[in-house]
């Protein structure tokens, strides 16, 4: 009995179908599906008569025919979940479908490839490039900081030196003030004492022609 069966799976084997399905083998799927629930693919080439494999049955009922598939645009929160779950379990889409109600693994594929990956590289690109740009900014203002501040110094330096240019000249303004006022004050001690010396001779010459009348006088008397 065992080999007879063995033999008959070994004949349905050598006359399995390939390629797209038809509408007759979608409903043979479904009435075993229903009949004997999802997952019993061992016997569905003899209880339903398919020539297909038990992997093209399963793959067919889960990404084509199953009743809760969920078709039309992933969502955001679809989006943020397939990245977090690839992020841990990788490229094992069968894992990832099975925590993402209604979506099949062959449609979480399709997706990751065709977009989602893209978007991701993308977005990696720009920050990177934006962390390169943060980076050359930072260096930029460093190098300005640095040229203002020898700038600065600079300037500081030159403004000493202008002042002290100008407390030197500053200085000798005044102490050429100085001198010239002293020599002023000396002048003028000069002329007075001579204007004095000049008083005392005109007295004396005074004393003098009034003697000089007096003896005149005497003589006459």
Known sequence: MKRREREDHHHSNTALRKGTWSEEEDRLLREYVDKYG???????????GLRRCRKSCRLRWLNYLRPD?????FGVDEDDLIIRLHRLLGNRWTLIA????GRTSNDIKNYWNTYLSKKIQSEADKSAGLVK???????????TLGSEFETCSEQKQGDEEE???????????LEGEYRELDLRVKNKEILQVEHEEEDDDDLFQGLDDLL??????????
Not at 212 to 221: G, K, Q
């Open 38 to 48: 999802q997952g019993n693919w061992k016997h569905i080439t003899s209880k339903t």
């Open 69 to 73: 598939i969920k078709r039309g645009s």
């Open 98 to 101: 099975g925590r993402i109600p």
């Open 133 to 143: 740009h943060n980076t050359c900014t930072s260096a930029v203002h460093s190098e």
């Open 163 to 173: 002042e002290d240019t100008v407390s030197f000249w500053r200085r000798l303004l």
């Open 212 to 221: 000089h009348d007096v003896d005149i006088l005497d003589c006459f008397a």
